[in-house]
């Protein structure tokens, strides 16, 4: 066999190196963002999708907590799952709480927004006041409306007697009003929050439009909200609902505080019975199990609120 000259093997690796520069230049961009992303995705991989994995391995084994050993079960925690009492009551306590959360704080987000982007003084005093509980930890939170509701010394009770009624609730400890009070503070809570969300929408409408409202016939406040900021808002009104929905089933800290799912589940909510079962009774694969259906309901109510709702919204 002929052995290749030397000038063969130059011209080789000439093309060889022509070629590599070309594609080089071709994707240069493709591979900078590639590098640049790396970190990220690293990230991304370690911290979500790495545990997201491990939980859909766990909630198909009966591994305990702690224990080294441990075997697939294929679905049998998702059928336990259908006949524990916990779970069903949880979710149902979660539902409510979800719905008459996003509801009631939503609107009353929007119409704090409207008045005081309607206000001429003492703008950036309303949004603190309404943002302040906002700022504040949960668990904070938590403690200062133990205080409120408690039944003998509780700021609220005390405030109904002082007015002439014999009066002693204990809204903590009451089945018929545990859920009712901490969507309540629920509401308080995450109010400030979508009003200001509502308010950086409100600023994104531009006044040529109420002016050309107004030409067209609309006088009245009620007639330019409802043609044109109502209209306007779809966009925020669609990220707030699918935002406050998200926080609202991420209710933890006020069950663990105040109530501890009590009394007998009345206020037993999603997170809290996966903590229950992961860190009181080491049961992981059933956590696990409850993981996995927690977040396959965000995901579907979440998917369902913007495929319904984005048909309806006018985008500018």
Known sequence: MAEKTPELC???VDGFARKAHIWLSANSEALTAYVLSAPATFLIFLMILGPAG??????????????????????????????????????????????????V??????VAAVMIESCTFFRSFYRAVYFLPVMATMAAIAVAWQMVLHPQIGLLNQGIRAIGM??????????????????????????????????????SIPNDLYEAAEVDGADSAWDRFNTVTWPLLGPT?????????????????????????????????????????????????????LTIVYLAIILTLTLVQVWFLDKRVHYT
């Open 10 to 12: 130059t011209a080789h």
């Open 54 to 103: 491990a939980v859909v391995v766990i909630c198909m084994s009966d591994w305990e907590f702690g224990s080294s050993t441990f075997s697939f079960v294929g679905t049998e925690n998702f059928r336990a799952l259908l006949d524990d009492r916990v779970f069903w009551k949880s979710l149902t306590n979660t539902l409510i709480y979800v719905a008459v959360v996003v509801l």
């Open 105 to 110: 704080s939503v609107v009353l987000g929007l």
């Open 166 to 203: 014999d009066f002693t609730m204990s809204w903590l400890q009451n089945e018929k009003t545990v859920l009712a009070t901490l969507c309540v503070i629920g509401i308080w809570q995450a109010v400030g929050f979508n009003m200001i969300l509502f308010l950086a929408g409100l600023t």
């Open 237 to 289: 009104s669609i990220f707030v609902l699918v935002i406050t929905a998200i926080r609202a089933f991420q209710v933890f800290d006020t069950v663990a505080v105040l109530t501890r799912g009590g009394p007998n589940k009345a206020s037993e909510v999603m997170l809290y019975t996966i903590y229950n079962e992961a860190f009181v009774f080491f049961r992981t694969g059933h956590a696990a199990t």
